[in-house]
């Protein structure tokens, strides 16, 4: 549940605005964000909320906290689409400046001189942020990995980011979810052999589940099934949700198109092919439904199978496997990444080789690492050292990192909770 501020001369910007969601079995609302208690108070001097990529934990919460903010948002088309559905949900869709940004682009605000600063992810046009000032700059990576055949959008560009090192960046807020692992992420482009094979060699009906926003994973899945003769189909809202903005961003390209779910049942068994939602086990998605055969688009047999091309997410892993044991008594097959030879699935966060070769370009004077518990920012910060930064600022949420003139970090300078959402409304959450 991103939300990051950063402050000026007295003008603020807020970068993303995410959601939570509370696992299964725990107490409280289950859409919790961060509390924007501060900078509600401080609204009169709140100039923009920038927001890097379409994630619920980065855009999810916009919608729900914007009456409290009232500011320009500035998105990509992608991330756009998913957000003003999120907005006319809300009966905000007139209310809300929604200003449209694009990788490369440039941007005056109060004060802030904003470059945005395309690389890849696991979702299309991620951004990262390069926030100048008279003082100082910011280098906000947003979320990233180094990907070289993203399948949908441009390949990372190294050079952009080697470029920056001669201003010397007073500091680089970065990434760390996989700051604990050494492998380099696998590139999106490399999934498609694994699952080609995968689908060339299953008898029956073949179900995905994977994650809606990574857009260039649906491309991928559905061009092998147009080319292994099966008709795909998307089950499941939040899929359609995706595809209707991959569309509308102009970034779905050539003609793959997808057939409606309720055709399904009419299909010899080894011409269907269905990307369904719920691989975290979520009890009213589609593979859930699908796992007790109690889904209106069909019902599956033995020798039908089902991949995961996703990973689990922890603390929903009883859920998972719960659901597979139910695939199993059906006669299902089921397959995920760590059962075959060649990866079916891949990570959208740089491993510590990636951030190293970040910190080497970028050489900011200052690496404060962010999105991770503790152990990954310490990770990340750890390689920030290896990688000759000077200074590594690691925190908790509320506090302030001073970056100029004098750098420091002030604890807890900011009350910092969360608020969930609830039947329409902010409710307060309790720790
Ligand atoms: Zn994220
Ligand atoms: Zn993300």
Known sequence: ?????????????????????????????????????????????????????????????????????????????????????????????????????????????????????????????SNALMIRTDVGSVFHTGDWKLDLDPVVGEAFQPSRFAALQKEVPTAMICDSTNALETERSVSEGALHEGLLELVQQAPGRVIVGCFGSNVARLRTLAAIAHSCGRYPA?????????????????????NLGFVEADHLGYLPRNEVFAVATGSQGEARAALSRLASNNHPAMELEPGDTVLFSSRTIPGNELAVTAMIERFERLGVIVIGDAQVNKPIHASGHPSAAELADMYTWVQPSIAIPVHGEAAHMEANAEVAKQAGIKRQFTGNNGDLFVLAPQPGVRRGMVKAGRVGFERGQLVPVVT
């Open 234 to 254: 998307l089950i499941g809202r939040s899929l359609h949700n995706y595809y209707g903005a991959a569309r509308s961003a102009g970034i779905w390209g050539e």
């Open 1 to 125: 549940m991103n939300l990051n501020l950063f402050g000026h001369n007295d003008r603020w910007l807020m970068v993303d605005c995410g959601v939570t969601f509370s696992k299964p079995g725990e107490d409280g609302p289950q859409v919790q964000m961060a509390d924007p208690a501060f900078i509600v108070e401080h609204r009169d001097k709140l100039s923009a909320l920038l927001v890097t990529h379409g994630h619920e934990d980065h855009i999810g919460a916009v919608a729900h906290l914007w009456p409290l903010l009232q500011c320009p948002v500035y998105v990509t088309p992608f991330a756009e689409a998913l957000l003003r559905n999120k907005l006319a949900e809300a009966g905000l869709l007139n209310k809300v400046d929604v200003r449209s940004a694009y990788a490369g682009m440039r941007h005056q605000i109060d004060g802030f001189d904003i470059e945005w600063l395309g690389l890849t992810h696991s979702t299309p046009e």
